[in-house]
């Protein structure tokens, strides 16, 4: 969710703050500063809203009013899942309220097996590692195959827990621009020869929603000799005839050496994962530091998942219901006159984009108000530093809600004139 | 390789991107006086990258603050 910060996903240089300053702090006034001024402006605050009841998958009750939630990564709508809620209730009341330990020590639970056979049989892959996120998940994969003299080339819209594994460790780190496969091919040619080389993409890119060509870059990736990674954390469970994700919607998951997922959207819980079918895969449980040096997820978290994952496997009408709802969204806000992160709907985030972060939080909050929460995205966290107004759609989402989210929009945006 | 010619060359491929046409010799910084974001850099980099068919890492980079400390590099890795 690194939309939220007021970071970007890629590493910045710091502004220097000055020699004599003793406080540590000092190096954040800048931002202090333009924070306390988007305040003063009156504006509620975007990066501190309080859900005070959670009504379903998409409505809540926010700073005292009812909202429809168009800002969630509850694709699939699993988090109010009957049956998601009684596994996790069960396993709280059979194994307690948590490991206290390491999945290499007293941490692994039968749970914590069960929901990586899920995984397992959910990608049709060999081996499956949970994580406690899917930022750790990128971290400590990331961090440990590409090691000393070793290549990453990875795309430079990568999301923040990618840029952070690619720091946390020691290899060459090689950005190219956004999904373009000259630029990818190129960096992957000026490789020394012999270095070991590991690219990195993402399914589904989640500022704009738009999608990689997968096929045709890791073609290219695989004529190098590299190995892939694919973070599909925002396809999982709708994009692919089985919901494996765009690699596998493009007919090229065989080629994909690991990917990367999370139990944080559509499977509606915590934590993270790797799947892969390489044959020494279990080794990283020995030697992924973000693995072995921290606490394992719940009994109740992985039990919600592993429910949640089994059920997601065939979910086939949950999904065409998305689909449709990201094409009549789509469709809708193009035909009142705003601006889209893609032209055609790609995945379920529609990204809104504004024509400045003054017209974009005052559209922000004229939406709050109208009841609709969606998420406000600016610079430097996003592409080419557009502020955006980011819609993630959700399969809970009616065809009526749908409607209203539109009319909101349109009131919305008549109100600060940009439409 | 030869210095001068990297020189000069780079000297011409910065131009587009010194929007605000800084005065640029051996000791002006990327950071402090070009004041360029990482998407420029990227670029930036890329089109280095492109006319001498080299790769400039990100690790690299970090090493690299100012005018001549790039020239510096481009010039070692030419030669490598
Ligand atoms: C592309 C991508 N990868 C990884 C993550 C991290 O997932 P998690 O929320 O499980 O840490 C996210 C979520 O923010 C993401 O968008």
Request: proline fraction near 4%; charged fraction near 25%; glycine fraction near 10%.
């Amino acid at each position: 969710m690194s939309e939220s910060a007021a970071t970007p996903d890629r590493p910045q240089p710091m502004a220097d703050a000055g020699h004599n300053s003793q406080d540590l702090f000092s190096k954040f006034d800048p931002l202090i500063k333009q924070r306390k001024d988007l305040l003063d402006s009156g504006l509620e605050d975007p990066f501190g809203l309080v859900m005070e009841r959670v009504l379903s998958p998409v409505t809540a009750v926010c700073n005292g009013r009812e909202t429809i939630l168009l800002g969630t990564y509850n694709y699939m709508g699993m988090t109010f899942d009957p049956e998601v809620i009684e596994a996790g209730k069960n396993a709280l009341d059979d194994f307690g309220s948590g490991t206290t330990g390491s999945r290499v020590l007293n941490g692994t639970y039968v749970g914590h097996k069960e929901v990586e056979k899920a995984l397992c049989e959910f990608y049709a892959m060999d081996h499956a590692m949970v994580f406690s996120t899917g930022y750790q998940a990128n971290l400590g994969i990331i961090s440990t195959i590409a090691g000393k003299g070793d290549y990453i080339v990875l795309d430079i819209d990568s999301h923040a827990s990618i840029w952070d594994g690619c720091a946390l460790g020691n290899a060459e780190v090689v950005p190219f621009k956004h999904n373009d496969l000259d630029a990818m091919e190129k960096r992957l040619r000026r490789i020394p020869e012999g270095a070991g080389k590991l690219v990195v993409l993402e399914g589904v890119y989640s500022m704009l929603g738009d999608i990689a060509p997968l096929k045709e870059m890791i073609a290219v990736a695989k004529k190098y000799d590299a190995m892939v990674l694919v973070d599909e954390a925002h396809s999982m469970g709708f994009i692919g005839p089985n919901g494996r994700g765009v690699a596998e919607e493009q007919g090229v998951l065989d080629d994909v050496d690991f990917v990367i997922g999370t139990f944080s959207k559509s499977v509606g819980t915590v934590g993270g994962f790797c799947v892969s079918n390489h044959p020494k895969f279990e080794i990283m449980r020995l030697v992924c530091r973000p693995y072995v040096f921290t606490a394992s997820l719940p009994p109740s978290v992985v039990a919600t998942a592993a429910t949640s994952i089994r059920k997601l496997m065939d979910a086939g009408d949950k999904r065409t219901h998305l689909w449709e709802n990201s094409k009549r969204l789509h469709a809708g806000l193009k035909g009142l006159g705003f601006q889209l992160g893609t032209d055609e709907p790609q995945s379920a985030i529609i990204a809104v984009i504004m024509p400045d972060l003054e017209r974009g939080a005052a559209m922000w909050e004229a939406l709050l108000k109208e009841g609709l929460y969606v998420n406000l995205a600016r610079p430097p966290a996003t592409p080419a530093n557009m502020t955006l107004l980011r819609c993630s759609l959700c399969a809970e989402h009616s065809e009526e809600q749908v409607g209203q989210i539109l009319t909101m929009f349109e009131a919305a945006g008549k109100a600060v004139e940009i439409i | 390789m030869d210095r001068d010619d990297t020189k000069a060359r780079i000297d011409t491929l910065i131009e587009p991107f010194n929007k605000k046409g800084v005065g640029i010799g051996e000791d002006t910084t990327f950071a402090g006086d070009l004041e360029w974001d990482s998407l420029t850099v990227m670029d930036f980099v890329a089109a280095i990258e492109d006319e001498f068919d080299i790769i400039i890492s990100m690790n690299q980079q970090a090493e690299i603050e100012t005018y001549g400390q790039l020239i510096d590099a481009v010039t070692k890795l030419r030669g490598a």
